[in-house]
């Protein structure tokens, strides 16, 4: 089965995307979605989060607030490595469950961190979604309220938009109407469903 990353920058508009190939039966497998599952009570994830930052980091009901870790981590690399080096195995973990499950001709894995983690040799394509970085910054304000220093901020955590597009076999401009970017994604979408055929 041929395996789909698909990545792109904060605000580029990946869940737009992942959906459009969602309505078209292509199956998503989202690692930001697996990265909440595995931090519920009970998961290996929240365990070990605990053990390293303690139970400060719960919520009154014993789930994780979000929020603390966030900021807690945003502004420590160190901590942010720490919780990379727990979560990330377990995400793939899940992830590769989940693609093993699967009998179509192709999956989209939608991972955010795609390139930051060097997880680009674990998918046969990378797919881009890729805007101008202040539109990026345009839609991280509108979507999550914060400044404008704030979304520049998150921005600069991330790896730049020139490594992300030299990574890229495909990539998605999502700087324009709705309906061009669905007709590009169907275009893709008959590309992928040619190449899986042929493997």
């Known amino acids: 089965m041929l395996t789909i990353g ?7 508009g990946k869940s737009t995307v ?27 994830g929240l365990k070990g989060i605990i053990q ?5 980091i ?11 870790l966030r900021n807690l981590v945003f502004n420590d690399e160190t901590a942010r490595k720490q919780l990379e080096q727990m979560l990330h195995p377990l995400i793939r973990q899940q992830s590769q469950q989940q693609l093993a499950a699967l009998n179509t001709p192709y999956a989209i894995l939608a991972i955010p961190l795609l390139v930051e983690t060097g997880l680009t040799d674990s998918v046969d394509r990378v797919l881009v979604v890729d805007c101008p970085e202040p539109l990026q910054i345009e839609r991280i ?4 309220s914060i400044n404008h ?13 020139k490594q992300r597009l030299k990574a890229a ?4 401009n999502n700087n324009q109407p709705i309906a061009d ?19």
């Open 52 to 56: 390293h930052f303690g139970t400060g």
């Open 149 to 161: 220093d704030q979304a520049t901020a998150i921005l600069a955590a991330q790896c730049s938009r």
């Open 6 to 12: 698909l990545t792109g920058g904060i605000g580029s």
């Open 141 to 144: 304000c509108s979507r999550d």
């Open 58 to 68: 719960l919520q009154p009901d014993g789930s994780l607030n979000r929020q603390q």
């Open 18 to 44: 992942s959906d459009i190939f969602q309505s078209l039966g292509v199956p998503v497998i989202d690692s930001d979605l697996i990265a909440h599952e595995v931090v519920q009570p009970g998961e290996p």
């Open 181 to 199: 970017l669905t007709k590009r994604v169907k275009s893709l979408h008959e590309q992928y469903l040619s190449i899986s055929t042929t493997n």
């Open 169 to 172: 076999d495909d990539i998605i």
